[in-house]
C-alpha cells in the first residue's frame, strides 16, 4: 500500500518543470521590498502599518552558468510555513506540497542585465485573488528573454502568501464574499489600482538610480499590464485609468468596475478559458441569476466593443480558469478538479505566452519609436 501511494505521488505530484523561455537571451531576476509611506494597510487589525510590498523583476541578462533560481524559501522553517499557507487557500494537505521544495526557475537571481541599444519595455504583472506572482513565473520568464523587463507585484494580503525580507510571511485576508462581491470588489481593486501605481513609481526611481543595475534600462513611457482572474480585472482597472500604461491583458478575469467607462481608449486583448465562452452563451440565452445579470451584460458589452475596435477577444479551447498560470504544471491531477482544461499544460502556456507576446510586441515595441 506504501508503495502504492508513492507512486501515485509521483505521477500526481512531479516535480515542477517550468517551460523554457522562447527567446534568446538568458533572464536575470531580482526581489524588491517597498514601503508606501502615503498609506496605511487595511490588514491585518490595527494598528495599522503602512503598506509594503513584494515585487519580484525578470529582465534581459548576460548569460550565467548553472541552474536556475529556487522559487519557494530554502529555509526549512520559512518553507513549512509558506507551504502551509497555500495549502489552506487551495484546500490540500500541506504535505502534498513537499516537492515545491526542489522547484526551479529559468533565471538566475542578481544576474548582470544584458546591454541593449535601446531601453526594455515594461510590463507589470497582477496575480488572481488569493494566488500571488509566484503563478506567473514561466509567463515572466519568456516575455523577459524576449526584450521585456517584466514587474509581478504580490499584492500584501490578497496573496495566498508572501515572504519578506525579515522572515515574516503574511497570508491571504481580503476574501471576497460571494453574495456581494461586486461592491467588495471595488473596494479591494481601489486599494491594488494604488498598488500599481506606486509600483510604477517605484520602477521609475529604479530607472534612475546611479546605484540600480537597471537604470536607464527601462522604457517606462512604454509600459504594458497583464494579470488573471481578480488582477485581469485591476489590469483593466489600471490601462483605462492611467496614463503611464499603454496596453494591457486580461486572462479570464472578471471585470468588477464598469462604472463610469465608455470606449477602452487603448490596445487590450481579453484571453478567455472556455469557461467564459460558456457563460457569453447563458448570458444571450438568459441562463444566469438576475442578480448578476446586469453586470455580466455590461461585461459582454465592453468586451465586444474592444473586440470591435482596439482589441482582441480570444477564447482558447480546452483551457479553463488556471491554465493562465503556472498552477497547470504543478500536477496533471487539477484537470480532475475542474481547476485546468483538458489542454496539456504546456501546450496551453505555449499559446498564451505566443500571444501575450505578440501583443506587447505589437502595441510596446513597434511603437517605442
Keep these: 500500500m506504501l508503495l502504492g501511494f508513492s507512486v501515485f505521488l509521483a505521477l500526481a505530484m512531479p516535480i515542477l518543470v517550468l517551460p523554457k523561455p522562447g527567446g534568446e537571451a538568458a533572464v536575470g531576476t531580482q526581489l524588491f521590498h517597498f514601503t508606501d509611506s502615503m498609506r496605511q494597510d487595511s490588514y491585518p487589525n490595527p494598528p495599522q502599518n503602512n503598506r509594503e510590498l513584494m515585487v519580484r523583476v525578470w529582465y534581459p541578462a548576460k548569460p550565467q552558468p548553472g541552474k536556475g533560481e529556487l522559487l519557494f524559501p530554502e529555509d526549512p522553517v520559512q518553507f513549512k510555513t509558506y507551504k502551509e499557507k497555500f495549502s489552506g487557500v487551495f484546500g490540500l494537505p500541506a504535505f502534498i506540497l513537499d516537492y515545491w521544495k526542489y522547484t526551479r526557475g529559468n533565471s538566475h537571481l542578481n ?142 478575469g472578471t471585470l468588477f468596475d464598469l462604472e463610469d467607462k465608455g470606449r477602452m481608449p487603448k490596445p487590450f486583448m481579453f484571453l478567455n478559458s472556455d469557461k467564459r465562452s460558456t457563460l457569453s452563451a447563458a448570458i444571450k440565452n438568459n441562463e444566469v441569476p438576475d442578480s448578476i445579470r446586469e453586470q455580466l451584460v455590461k461585461e459582454q458589452q465592453m468586451m465586444d466593443s474592444i473586440g470591435a475596435s482596439n482589441g482582441q477577444v480570444i477564447h482558447i479551447r480546452g483551457t479553463d480558469h488556471f491554465n493562465f498560470t503556472d498552477l497547470q504544471f504543478y500536477t496533471p491531477m487539477l484537470k480532475y478538479t475542474g481547476m485546468t482544461g483538458e489542454i496539456d499544460g504546456y501546450r496551453g502556456a505555449a499559446l498564451v505566452n505566443s500571444y501575450v507576446l505578440d501583443f506587447f510586441t505589437e502595441h510596446l515595441k513597434k511603437n517605442s519609436g
Design 111 to 252: 544576474a548582470e542585465l544584458l546591454p541593449a541599444s535601446a531601453p526594455y519595455p515594461l510590463v507589470l504583472i497582477s496575480h488572481g485573488m488569493g494566488t500571488g506572482s509566484m503563478l506567473h513565473v514561466s509567463q515572466a520568464e519568456n516575455l523577459a528573454s524576449h526584450g521585456f523587463i517584466v514587474a509581478a507585484i504580490d499584492h500584501t494580503y490578497s496573496t495566498a502568501a508572501t515572504l519578506f525580507p525579515d522572515g515574516r510571511i503574511t497570508g491571504f485576508e481580503t476574501k471576497t464574499p460571494a453574495d456581494d462581491f461586486y461592491t467588495y470588489a471595488k473596494r479591494v481593486g481601489a486599494v491594488w489600482a494604488a498598488d500599481i501605481q506606486f509600483v510604477l513609481s517605484e520602477m521609475e526611481h529604479l530607472n534612475q538610480d546611479p546605484k540600480s543595475g537597471l537604470k536607464g534600462m527601462m522604457d517606462v513611457n512604454h509600459t504594458g499590464i497583464m494579470g488573471h482572474s481578480f488582477g485581469g480585472g485591476t489590469a483593466f482597472n489600471a490601462t483605462y485609468s492611467s496614463d503611464k500604461i499603454k496596453a494591457g491583458i486580461d486572462m479570464d
